[in-house]
């Protein structure tokens, strides 16, 4: 029981609305980006990310997105055709639009920095027009990535699937997902990510990223708690706060609240992907009924295998992987 009901007669349990873009990662970590020389490519944008973990993870997984009309854009589709996300309504642009790039500087485990080149992306030109109702009320869950929402038609988009998803009772996740080079002022990006959250069922964000969206409506004070109970007298029901190497807390509509640290990873590569792989494995136990616990753990040693590893794509873990890891964890802390 974790105060959220899907529909259970649907195709697909969770679809992905956003971006799908190329991470470029650098091989040669520990180093600033002007001493990098080679970098490896993937398959990525943090929407991506989060349906390829729940796709690794053996749910049943589709994608609502745009991609360029070249060789990125083939790549990233055929990536998703390999983990049997259904595409159908993956449209590809035919106006010149280029896949977005992040480049990731890793300068040492806690310095990770990314610069993304996002001129003319295709993710940002989806029209509300290109949004298939009849896909969306195939799935159980739809997750709302914040960055669609930074410019039209991308924007229009996002709201016209909100409109379907609640139609056809597809329960609604929105990831924040704040990237401060994609909007022109962090009161855009409030006003826009407030009309979207006050619509979905479950929330999830980093701390500062509740500060952005608390510039327009306050409070002056920042409180996780007071945080969520704003979102619970909307729609919500489920509002994640995320802190970083410091966890989560995670609040429930009817007061419940869990505070959940981190794993540990032997060795942290980079920090980023980390908040994906949560979102990923979180919401997986969401879907499979967990109490929210369980889905904070799972989610938290997901993150921590992800930042072992040089990608976030790629690395995105098995149940096993995540289940084997928990045990490891549980057998030390027991000697
Ligand atoms: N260095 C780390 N080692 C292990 N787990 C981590 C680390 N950093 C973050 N996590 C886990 O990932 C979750 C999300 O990380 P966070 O950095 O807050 O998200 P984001 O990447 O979106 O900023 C945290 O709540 C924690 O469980
Ligand atoms: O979201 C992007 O466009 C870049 C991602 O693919 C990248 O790997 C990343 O930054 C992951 O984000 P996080 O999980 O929020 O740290």
Not at 1 to 29: K, Y
Not at 136 to 146: E, N, T
Not at 232 to 248: C, L, N, P, T, Y
Request: with cysteine; proline share 2%.
């Amino acid at each position: 029981m974790n105060h959220i009901t899907f529909q259970q007669d649907r195709e697909l349990d969770f679809i992905g609305l956003g971006r799908l873009c190329i991470d470029l990662n650098a091989n040669e970590i520990n180093r600033p980006m002007e001493e990098t020389l080679t970098f490896t490519k993937y398959v990525g944008g943090s929407p991506a990310n989060i349906t390829i973990a729940l796709a690794k993870l053996g749910a049943r997984t589709g994608f609502i997105g745009k991609v360029s009309d070249d060789q990125f854009g083939r790549f990233i589709k055929s990536y998703l055709h390999k983990l049997n996300i259904d595409t159908r309504n993956v449209v590809t642009d035919h106006t010149g639009a280029v896949t977005g790039l992040a480049f990731t500087e890793i300068k040492s485990p806690t310095d990770c920095s990314i610069l993304m080149y996002r001129n003319n992306v295709a993710d940002l030109k989806l029209e509300a027009g290109e949004v298939q109702e009849d896909f969306i009320k195939r799935a159980k869950a739809i997750l709302i990535s914040g960055t669609a929402l930074a410019s039209s038609p991308s924007r229009e988009a996002v709201f016209q699937a909100i409109e379907y998803a609640r139609k056809h009772q597809v329960v609604i996740i929105f990831d924040v997902d704040y990237r401060r080079w994609t909007w022109k002022s962090k009161e855009e990006t409030a006003i826009y990510c407030n009309l979207v959250a006050e619509q979905c069922d479950v929330i999830i964000a980093g701390r500062e990223e509740f500060d952005v969206m608390e510039i327009v409506t306050g409070p002056e004070v920042k409180d996780d708690s007071a945080t969520a109970q704003r979102w619970f007298e909307r729609q919500a029901k489920i509002v994640v706060v995320k802190h970083g190497g410091d966890g989560s807390i995670v609040f429930t509509k009817d007061g419940g609240s869990s505070q959940g640290g981190i794993f540990p990873a032997k060795q942290v590569i980079k920090t980023f992907g980390a908040g994906d792989s949560f979102a990923g494995a979180f919401i997986y136990g969401l879907l499979q009924g967990w109490p929210v616990e369980k889905c904070q753990e799972f989610g938290s040693a997901s993150a921590s295998i992800v930042v072992s590893s040089h990608s976030c794509s790629d690395a995105m873990p098995t149940v096993e992987q995540i289940e084997n890891l928990i045990r490891e964890h549980r057998a030390n802390s027991s000697i």
